[in-house]
């Protein structure tokens, strides 16, 4: 199960719900919350940590402030912008250490954009609001809502994420679906759709408008309904070319955590959003698998559960040039389950987007929870942290490039018997040219209504040929043979760069839909699998 901070099925405490309970690690069955008391001491517990190549830096809040952090943005003059769990947005001055409100009494915002020195776009819960400082006093005095044309029933577990500003000017959102963990309140705001209600087999529902969609808002407030399909989307981000990307976290319908590009009017799996697709009668639960399976898009990247991620979050591309590092032009995904962030590699094949997701900061001062991820404008990446009563941390953390190169995977790209590697330094060509120094195994996950998944298919995929470039920063790797719609699990702790040092992060999974040729249709939901 997912875990993920208010994701998850958590704050019930606030909405009438039972404790939430939470995943046995590995299972995929609930256990209590001693799994995440477990999980809380060993974060404490590790060790404070500056690498040479990046600085982990927590910056001081205001006293009495609840630090669960929903938003973070700069503003163009330089500041920080971040909203917070109770409803205040502050801002920030670096130079001087300062910290000013510009706006209180919010309700839970997820998610602000800055569109200019004086006017911030917040989402909260209940609606798309404009906040503008009119008279320069440095505090918000108008307050204008952009939209509320959304469904609400009071369920905890309802959240609005967002916005993301596109090229266009328009605003995008995402909206969770409902949980079993609780109810409905009496009032409602939006019609109700009793095809998609409360029930005991309904774990995530959709009886409002528009939960489990990303939906496009005009500067004026024009609501279109853009994607479906989604459970728990806490996050929306532009690639270089335009293209957008929008997490899932694990759980029904979801056997372990993706990322998806999001293109408009496509279904994205989770089937709670269909009672609100124009022309669709039928009670989302009744659409059988072998229909909905085949009306999905399958994931770009796939998050191994309990391996990569949890529960990712924001995805923001690097658009520093080159001001944080080697990886200007890549993405980073937050993750809240566990002090990490990661960096993701897309490759186009076929025509389809896909790639590699890989830790690319690891414990080591970071806390868990993050959340929400900024550049600021001298490239260094700010995160806020936030555990909404579950699983996570508090607070803002500040990570710099020191300006020496890390040893690591730079590049990853598929090619028609194998993978092209590149990296950020030489690597030792005497262990890497031994095909045994590259371990690899390949799985799958179901999709399916149950509740997470496990591995299935999993097998040994073994490198049979290794081919070095003159400069030892480029391998081929070659395989007997290479299956579509698998992740490839590379384990490279052995790998050393010339002078020794070890790889900064050995862990690479590559989700593998499209072959450069001759790709197989997707193998059907609920096959007969081998173990």
């Not at 204008?144 to 469904?151: A, N, R």
């Not at 690597?427 to 195994?441: E, G, H, T, Y």
């Not at 490279?492 to 790709?519: F, I, M, Q, S, W």
């Amino acid at each position: 199960m997912s875990r993920s901070s208010f994701l998850a099925d958590a704050e019930a405490q606030g909405a009438g719900a039972p404790s939430p309970r939470v995943a046995d690690p590995g299972r995929g069955r609930p256990c209590s919350l001693g799994c995440l008391l477990a999980l809380a001491v060993a974060i404490a517990a590790a060790p404070a940590w500056s690498a040479p190549a990046y600085t982990v830096e927590t910056i001081p809040l205001p006293v009495g402030l609840s630090a669960e952090v929903g938003g973070v943005a700069f503003l163009p003059d330089g500041r920080l912008a971040a909203c917070f769990h109770r409803g205040e947005i502050y801002l920030y001055e670096a130079t001087t250490k300062t910290w000013s409100l510009f706006a209180e009494g919010l309700h839970d915002p997820l998610g602000l954009v800055a569109v200019s020195n004086t006017e911030l776009v917040v989402m909260q819960r209940p609606e798309l609001t404009r906040l503008r400082d009119t008279n320069g006093d440095g505090v918000a005095d108008d307050y204008q809502t952009i939209t509320d044309d959304f469904g609400l029933t009071g369920n905890y577990h309802e959240f609005a994420f967002g916005p993301l500003l596109d090229r266009d000017g328009n605003f995008l959102i995402a909206l969770n679906t409902a949980s079993n963990g609780a109810g409905l309140r009496s009032e409602l705001r939006g019609p109700f759709n009793p095809r998609s209600s409360y029930s005991p087999e309904d774990r995530m529902y959709s009886s409002v408008p528009w939960r489990g969609w990303v939906l496009k808002v005009t500067p004026a407030g024009q609501v279109t309904p853009f994607a479906s399909g989604f459970r728990s989307p806490n996050g929306l981000g532009f690639d270089a070319e335009g293209n957008l990307f929008v997490p899932d976290n694990q759980g029904d319908w979801i056997g372990t955590s993706p990322l998806y590009h999001v293109q408009p009017g496509k279904f994205h799996g989770h089937p709670a959003s269909l009672a609100w697709k124009p022309g669709e009668s039928r009670p989302p639960l009744t659409i059988p698998l072998e229909e909905l399976d085949a009306q999905r898009t399958r994931p770009a990247i796939l998050f191994p559960h309990n391996i990569l991620a949890n529960s990712p979050t924001q995805p923001l591309l690097d658009a520093t040039g080159g001001k944080f590092g080697p990886f200007a032009g890549q993405m980073f995904i937050g993750e809240m389950n566990r002090p990490r962030i990661i960096r993701l590699i897309f490759d186009k094949v076929d025509g389809q987007i896909q790639g590699a997701a890989i830790p690319f900061l690891d414990d080591h001062g970071l806390r868990a929870g993050n959340n929400r991820l900024a550049f600021a404008p001298d490239g260094s990446l700010w995160v806020g942290q936030n555990d909404h009563g579950w699983a996570g941390d508090k607070g803002i953390q500040r990570i710099a490039w020191t300006g020496e190169v890390p040893m690591d995977v730079l590049g990853m790209k598929l090619t028609r018997n194998g993978f092209e590697l590149t990296f950020t330094r030489p690597l030792d060509a005497a262990i890497a040219s031994q095909p045994s120094n590259w371990p690899v195994q390949r799985y799958d996950y179901d999709y399916h209504a149950a509740y997470g998944s496990s591995q299935h298919d999993l097998e040994e995929a073994e490198v049979i040929t290794v081919h070095l470039s003159p400069d030892r920063t480029r391998v081929s790797l070659g395989f007997a043979d290479l299956i579509a719609w698998r992740i490839y699990e590379l384990r490279l702790d052995k790998l050393k760069a010339e002078d020794g040092t070890p790889l900064a992060n050995p862990l690479v999974c590559y989700t593998l839909n499209h072959l450069t040729r001759n790709t197989p249709p997707p193998p059907p939901a609920g096959r007969e699998r081998k173990e």
